[in-house]
Each structure stands twice: as C-alpha cells, then as structure tokens.
C-alpha cells in the first residue's frame, strides 16, 4: 500500500470529550486501488484501548484521488491512534 497511497494531511479534533481523526491519503498511481483500514487508539500510557474492536473499513479510491479515513476514538482517555492499512484480497 506503500507505494500508492501517499498521506496528505492528518487532522484530530475534539467532539465533545471524544476525539475524532481524518487521515487524508491520495492514490498516486494510475490506477484504481481498493484496501482496507482501521484505526487503533491507545490512552496517554501508550496502552491500546479494545484492541478488539475495530472492524476493517473497504475503501476503493481512484488514480490521483484524495480521500479522508475517518474515526471516532472509542472513549474520553483515547490520546494517540494509529492508522493500519491492508490490501484488499
């Protein structure tokens, strides 16, 4: 996926007391691509919060489109996320 997709720009912003993340990625090849993502949240210690939960999201995105994957944090005492991709089979 690494070679395709390129992050553009990586926004949180709060929701209330939740915090919400958009990662904007853009295809650069020229081709359609189609993969899956999920994000993890982890709280100030670095401990992952429901590492369970969190089902893989299909994306197809076009040659040269940007788009924005999106997620609410699971709860107050989320501080950080990681964003995991993976090629859809």
Known sequence: TEDRLKIVNVVTAKAGDITRASVEVQNDS????????RFKWYDGAGME???ESGAWVPVAIMANETKSLQALAPNPTAATFKLFLQEKP
């Open 30 to 37: 020229r081709f359609a691509y189609k993969f899956e993502y």
């Open 49 to 51: 919060i429901n590492p």
